[in-house]
């Protein structure tokens, strides 16, 4: 799948997201990436709803930003996701930050897993257990 064709959703700089410098919080980057994974989750059909009713939840186990360019108040961004399942309780989800003119602002690389909030232990397939769930897959992964 393209970049083109990858989960995005747009957001707007506010003032109140500005340092002492004049750009954008260095934490703020990593709020964005937050945003569009749950947005992400929600539309693939993996949000709070559906997991919670199954007493899990997707935790954060480590989260990597390399910024690129500053984002300034005003600016509109677009913001990109995309989970990446292998073997194992883990899975990654990237993100990246763009300015309107296609600029890269940010990448961000998460490790999550599925938390079973009852044990508060991982699941081992995290991965199976969203197809099993009806989670839409091709969006969740962009493949």
């Known amino acids: 799948m ?8 747009r957001l707007k700089v506010r003032h109140y997201e500005l340092d002492s410098l004049g750009h954008v919080n260095h ?6 990436g937050e945003v569009a ?3 992400l989750f929600e539309q693939a059909g993996g949000g709070p709803g559906r997991t919670h009713d199954e007493r899990l ?3 954060m ?8 360019r500053e984002l300034r108040s005003g600016e509109e961004i677009d913001v990109t996701c995309r989970a990446k399942f292998g073997d194992g309780k883990t899975f990654r989800m990237d993100s990246g930050i763009y300015k309107a003119d296609g600029t890269l602002s940010a990448e961000i690389t998460c490790t999550l897993g ?3 909030l009852d044990r508060r232990k991982l699941v081992t ?3 199976g257990w969203f197809e099993r769930s009806g989670v839409d897959m091709k969006l969740l992964c962009g493949e």
């Open 2 to 9: 393209t970049e083109q064709e990858t989960f995005r959703i």
């Open 61 to 68: 186990l480590e989260s990597h930003i390399s910024f690129r």
């Open 125 to 127: 397939d995290p991965r």
């Open 27 to 32: 934490a703020v980057y990593h709020s964005y």
């Open 114 to 116: 599925l938390m079973d």
């Open 37 to 39: 994974r749950l947005e």
């Open 57 to 59: 939840a997707p935790v």
